[in-house]
């Protein structure tokens, strides 16, 4: 597995860039911002609610957008408001999200004649759908720029583990895909945008109650680390698919290091992959077409 070490040094190359950080107002979101703006960055946050925090609402190059990812029209403003602000968007942390709320297992509600009510959506809409939604619009306006730029996605360790938390497992294993999926796609294309994820084990953020972790002798790292994950991913114009797990301040690269190569073991030696064989059929297709 391949060990990242992130250096003041790989942070640089991200003044005056654009960046929109969703999710912006705590937590994960929030040391992002701080360290987006530390590093000369022009940040447009969104969340449900503005930041406490005054040096970051003060701060001639922070600009917030209230938004709530699971509304189409206001991922739209909120993309819309950083174009007419700065002209472009260069990056975008897809960090929204939500605790878990049903296991699907457990929590089975009854109506009124005793059949079972359809379980909340919630967790889904805004962690997977929400997230999903940003990517796409990401996609849109950083490919106008002609020096393209970078989309991040906070994945979690959960979208690599069995966790029973149902929702959230789900939710966060579609991020995973995601990032998969929209690298294979933007290569095929030649779109010069980049996907990458980052995976943060136990972090102290609004879903974390640390307290209680701190009582039962369990260790929660601090939203910084991730942070500099993020920025890292941005800067680093070499960084293509990759996902970076973060825990206890450790970064590794797990994606390309450790997951594709374990799968690519397991098919037949003859067998032609799915991407690869998508890949010929739409070709066959548009010769198709053309004859």
């Known amino acids: 597995m391949a060990e990242v070490v992130i250096t003041d040094k790989s942070l640089t190359g991200l003044k005056n860039k654009v960046i929109i950080v969703t999710g912006s107002s705590s937590g994960i979101g929030l040391a992002t911002v701080h360290l987006l703006l530390s590093l000369g960055a022009y940040v447009i ?45 260069d990056h975008v942390f897809a960090n929204a999200g939500m605790r878990p709320m049903v296991d699907y297992v457990s929590d089975i509600e009854l109506d009124d004649n005793g059949d079972p009510k359809e379980p909340t959506s919630i967790v889904l809409d805004v962690n997977l759908k929400g997230t999903v939604n940003t990517a796409t619009l990401a996609v849109h306006y950083i490919r106008q720029n002609p020096s393209g730029g970078s989309v991040v996605v906070n994945c979690s360790v959960t979208g690599f583990q069995r966790f029973r938390s149902v929702d959230y497992a789900v939710a966060k294993h579609g991020t995973v895909g995601l990032v998969r999926g929209m690298h294979a796609a933007l290569t095929a294309q030649n779109v010069p945008v980049r996907i990458n994820g980052v995976a943060p084990s136990w972090t102290g953020t609004g879903i974390v109650i640390e307290q209680l972790f701190q009582k039962l002798g369990l260790y929660t790292q601090p939203p910084d680390a991730v942070a500099r994950a993020v920025a890292m991913l941005m800067a680093d114009e070499s960084r293509r698919g990759h996902q970076i797990h973060v825990d206890h301040g450790i970064y590794k690269e797990i994606d390309e290091a450790l997951m594709l190569p374990t799968y690519n073991t397991v098919p037949h030696k003859d067998t032609v992959g799915e991407d690869e064989t998508v890949g010929r059929v739409r070709e066959a297709v548009e010769v198709e077409k053309g004859d």
């Open 45 to 89: 946050g969104s969340d449900l609610n503005e930041p406490a925090e005054s040096d970051v609402s003060s701060s001639a190059q922070f600009s917030f957008h209230r938004a709530n990812i699971t509304e189409w029209q206001d991922l739209v403003g909120l993309f819309k408001k950083a174009v007419e602000l700065h002209g472009r968007v």
